[in-house]
Protein backbone atom coordinates (compact mmCIF):
# COMPACT_ATOMS: atom_id res chain seq x y z
CA UNK A 1 0.00 0.00 0.00
CA UNK A 2 1.52 3.44 -1.11
CA UNK A 3 1.67 6.28 0.99
CA UNK A 4 3.22 9.87 1.05
CA UNK A 5 6.67 8.64 1.48
CA UNK A 6 6.03 6.64 -2.27
CA UNK A 7 4.57 10.23 -3.34
CA UNK A 8 7.34 12.07 -2.26
CA UNK A 9 10.02 9.32 -3.58
CA UNK A 10 7.97 9.66 -6.96
CA UNK A 11 7.78 12.80 -7.60
CA UNK A 12 9.29 14.58 -5.21
CA UNK A 13 8.56 18.33 -6.34
CA UNK A 14 4.47 18.10 -6.65
CA UNK A 15 3.40 16.63 -3.18
CA UNK A 16 2.94 20.19 -1.48
CA UNK A 17 1.65 21.88 -4.13
CA UNK A 18 0.29 19.51 -7.36
CA UNK A 19 1.29 21.75 -10.57
CA UNK A 20 0.77 20.84 -14.12
CA UNK A 21 0.73 17.79 -15.63
CA UNK A 22 2.87 16.33 -13.30
CA UNK A 23 0.72 17.09 -10.15
CA UNK A 24 -2.30 15.85 -12.37
CA UNK A 25 -0.56 12.23 -12.31
CA UNK A 26 0.79 13.03 -8.39
CA UNK A 27 -2.81 14.00 -7.39
CA UNK A 28 -4.26 10.60 -9.44
CA UNK A 29 -1.67 8.36 -8.08
CA UNK A 30 -2.79 9.82 -4.55
CA UNK A 31 -6.52 9.45 -5.08
CA UNK A 32 -5.69 5.69 -5.46
CA UNK A 33 -3.22 5.27 -2.76
CA UNK A 34 -4.79 6.99 0.57
CA UNK A 35 -8.29 5.64 -0.94
CA UNK A 36 -8.39 2.61 1.55
CA UNK A 37 -7.57 4.58 4.82
CA UNK A 38 -9.86 7.41 3.44
CA UNK A 39 -12.92 5.10 3.74
CA UNK A 40 -12.04 3.98 6.95
CA UNK A 41 -11.15 7.30 8.60
CA UNK A 42 -14.78 8.61 6.82
CA UNK A 43 -16.09 5.38 8.89
CA UNK A 44 -15.35 7.14 12.09
CA UNK A 45 -17.78 10.07 11.10
CA UNK A 46 -20.75 9.91 13.42
CA UNK A 47 -23.00 11.53 11.32
CA UNK A 48 -26.91 11.26 10.34
CA UNK A 49 -26.12 10.25 6.81
CA UNK A 50 -29.45 11.00 5.46
CA UNK A 51 -29.40 14.81 6.97
CA UNK A 52 -28.67 17.69 4.80
CA UNK A 53 -25.39 18.86 5.97
CA UNK A 54 -22.87 21.44 4.53
CA UNK A 55 -19.40 19.60 4.53
CA UNK A 56 -15.54 21.42 3.79
CA UNK A 57 -12.92 19.02 2.69
CA UNK A 58 -9.92 21.12 3.23
CA UNK A 59 -6.93 20.44 1.36
CA UNK A 60 -9.26 18.49 -1.46
CA UNK A 61 -6.47 17.21 -3.51
CA UNK A 62 -7.96 14.97 -6.67
CA UNK A 63 -11.49 15.18 -5.65
CA UNK A 64 -11.52 11.00 -4.10
CA UNK A 65 -12.67 12.14 -0.64
CA UNK A 66 -15.27 14.55 -1.90
CA UNK A 67 -16.54 11.60 -4.33
CA UNK A 68 -16.44 9.48 -0.46
CA UNK A 69 -18.11 11.90 1.40
CA UNK A 70 -21.08 12.28 -1.23
CA UNK A 71 -21.55 8.73 -0.91
CA UNK A 72 -21.93 8.83 2.72
CA UNK A 73 -23.53 11.94 3.23
CA UNK A 74 -25.78 11.32 0.27
CA UNK A 75 -27.90 14.39 0.80
CA UNK A 76 -25.12 16.78 1.63
CA UNK A 77 -23.64 20.07 0.15
CA UNK A 78 -19.70 19.83 -0.38
CA UNK A 79 -17.34 22.42 -0.70
CA UNK A 80 -13.66 22.12 -1.35
CA UNK A 81 -10.49 23.97 -1.28
CA UNK A 82 -7.07 23.86 -2.10
CA UNK A 83 -4.51 26.41 -2.50
CA UNK A 84 -3.22 24.55 -6.13
CA UNK A 85 -5.35 25.42 -8.95
CA UNK A 86 -4.22 22.03 -10.30
CA UNK A 87 -6.11 20.36 -7.84
CA UNK A 88 -9.12 22.49 -8.21
CA UNK A 89 -9.82 21.49 -11.78
CA UNK A 90 -8.99 18.11 -10.88
CA UNK A 91 -11.40 17.89 -8.54
CA UNK A 92 -13.84 19.57 -10.42
CA UNK A 93 -13.48 16.91 -13.44
CA UNK A 94 -13.48 14.14 -11.04
CA UNK A 95 -16.50 15.51 -9.23
CA UNK A 96 -18.32 16.44 -12.50
CA UNK A 97 -21.93 15.62 -11.70
CA UNK A 98 -21.29 16.89 -8.32
CA UNK A 99 -20.42 20.31 -9.86
CA UNK A 100 -23.44 19.91 -12.35
CA UNK A 101 -26.15 19.00 -10.37
CA UNK A 102 -25.17 21.92 -7.59
CA UNK A 103 -23.56 19.41 -4.78
CA UNK A 104 -20.47 20.72 -4.70
CA UNK A 105 -18.48 23.67 -4.53
CA UNK A 106 -14.54 24.52 -5.34
CA UNK A 107 -12.74 26.97 -4.58
CA UNK A 108 -9.24 27.97 -4.45
CA UNK A 109 -8.70 29.43 -0.86
CA UNK A 110 -6.00 28.91 2.27
CA UNK A 111 -7.45 27.53 5.15
CA UNK A 112 -5.67 29.87 7.33
CA UNK A 113 -8.41 32.46 5.87
CA UNK A 114 -11.11 31.25 4.80
CA UNK A 115 -14.15 33.55 3.15
CA UNK A 116 -16.84 31.38 4.65
CA UNK A 117 -19.64 32.13 7.14
CA UNK A 118 -19.29 31.89 10.87
CA UNK A 119 -20.71 28.20 12.06
CA UNK A 120 -21.55 26.94 8.38
CA UNK A 121 -20.45 23.65 8.03
CA UNK A 122 -21.91 20.24 9.98
CA UNK A 123 -18.72 18.31 8.78
CA UNK A 124 -14.88 19.77 8.17
CA UNK A 125 -12.17 17.60 6.66
CA UNK A 126 -8.60 16.97 6.09
CA UNK A 127 -7.42 14.04 4.71
CA UNK A 128 -3.12 14.19 4.59
CA UNK A 129 -2.37 17.87 4.56
CA UNK A 130 -1.71 18.68 8.09
CA UNK A 131 1.78 18.43 7.50
CA UNK A 132 2.02 21.13 5.18
CA UNK A 133 0.24 24.31 7.03
CA UNK A 134 2.15 27.33 8.09
CA UNK A 135 0.61 27.95 11.87
CA UNK A 136 -1.70 25.57 13.64
CA UNK A 137 -3.15 28.04 16.05
CA UNK A 138 -4.25 30.24 13.07
CA UNK A 139 -5.90 27.06 10.97
CA UNK A 140 -7.50 25.76 13.56
CA UNK A 141 -9.57 28.83 15.22
CA UNK A 142 -10.36 29.94 11.40
CA UNK A 143 -11.95 26.04 10.93
CA UNK A 144 -13.45 26.41 14.34
CA UNK A 145 -15.02 29.69 13.77
CA UNK A 146 -17.07 27.89 10.83
CA UNK A 147 -17.73 24.67 12.11
CA UNK A 148 -21.21 24.52 13.73
CA UNK A 149 -21.16 24.51 17.52
CA UNK A 150 -22.00 21.14 17.14
CA UNK A 151 -20.12 20.14 14.25
CA UNK A 152 -17.26 17.35 14.13
CA UNK A 153 -13.64 18.08 12.65
CA UNK A 154 -11.83 14.92 11.23
CA UNK A 155 -8.48 15.02 10.69
CA UNK A 156 -6.76 11.61 8.76
CA UNK A 157 -2.94 11.37 8.78
CA UNK A 158 -1.00 8.01 7.76
CA UNK A 159 2.18 9.51 9.28
CA UNK A 160 2.20 9.96 12.82
CA UNK A 161 6.24 9.28 14.35
CA UNK A 162 9.19 11.76 14.05
CA UNK A 163 10.87 8.84 12.90
CA UNK A 164 8.66 8.37 9.76
CA UNK A 165 8.06 12.06 9.16
CA UNK A 166 11.70 12.54 8.97
CA UNK A 167 12.09 9.67 6.63
CA UNK A 168 9.46 11.54 4.18
CA UNK A 169 11.14 15.13 4.07
CA UNK A 170 14.42 13.75 3.73
CA UNK A 171 13.21 11.92 0.75
CA UNK A 172 12.16 14.93 -1.04
CA UNK A 173 14.13 17.66 -3.07
CA UNK A 174 12.49 20.54 -1.51
CA UNK A 175 9.74 19.17 0.75
CA UNK A 176 9.67 20.84 3.83
CA UNK A 177 6.67 19.03 6.40
CA UNK A 178 6.17 22.28 8.49
CA UNK A 179 4.01 19.81 11.21
CA UNK A 180 6.09 16.75 12.32
CA UNK A 181 3.09 15.50 15.23
CA UNK A 182 2.56 12.26 16.95
CA UNK A 183 -1.28 12.05 18.00
CA UNK A 184 -0.71 13.57 21.21
CA UNK A 185 1.02 16.33 19.89
CA UNK A 186 -2.05 16.93 17.66
CA UNK A 187 -4.49 16.39 20.45
CA UNK A 188 -3.21 18.49 22.54
CA UNK A 189 -2.56 21.51 20.04
CA UNK A 190 -6.43 21.10 19.30
CA UNK A 191 -7.54 21.23 22.79
CA UNK A 192 -5.80 24.64 23.22
CA UNK A 193 -7.47 25.93 20.72
CA UNK A 194 -10.72 25.17 21.88
CA UNK A 195 -11.58 21.20 20.28
CA UNK A 196 -12.07 20.15 24.04
CA UNK A 197 -13.36 16.35 22.68
CA UNK A 198 -11.06 14.74 20.78
CA UNK A 199 -11.60 11.15 19.80
CA UNK A 200 -8.33 9.25 18.31
CA UNK A 201 -8.63 6.01 16.74
CA UNK A 202 -5.78 4.15 15.04
CA UNK A 203 -5.68 1.59 12.03
CA UNK A 204 -4.82 -1.73 12.73
CA UNK A 205 -1.31 -1.49 14.18
CA UNK A 206 -0.09 1.15 11.71
CA UNK A 207 0.73 4.64 11.93
CA UNK A 208 -3.04 5.77 9.97
CA UNK A 209 -4.84 8.04 12.42
CA UNK A 210 -7.97 9.03 12.34
CA UNK A 211 -8.98 12.70 14.59
CA UNK A 212 -12.73 13.47 15.42
CA UNK A 213 -12.85 16.72 17.02
CA UNK A 214 -15.71 18.32 18.37
CA UNK A 215 -15.83 21.98 20.75
Known amino acids: ?29 MNEAHNE ?3 WA ?7 ENKQLNILDIGCGGGQNLLNLSIKFKN ?11 SINLSAEICKNLVVNKRLYLSISDVHKMSFS ?17 NLDIAFNE ?7 DGVFMIFLEG ?21 LNPTEV ?19 SEKTCFIAKV
Do not use: C, H
Open 1 to 29: MQNLNDDISQNRSQVKFPDGIEGIKTLKR
Open 37 to 39: GAL
Open 42 to 48: ISKINLD
Open 76 to 86: STLFGIDYSPT
Open 118 to 134: DNKFDLITAFETLYFWK
Open 143 to 149: IKRVLKK
Open 160 to 180: TTKQTLEKWENLGEGIKLKNK
Open 187 to 205: KEILNKNGFLNVEIYQKDK
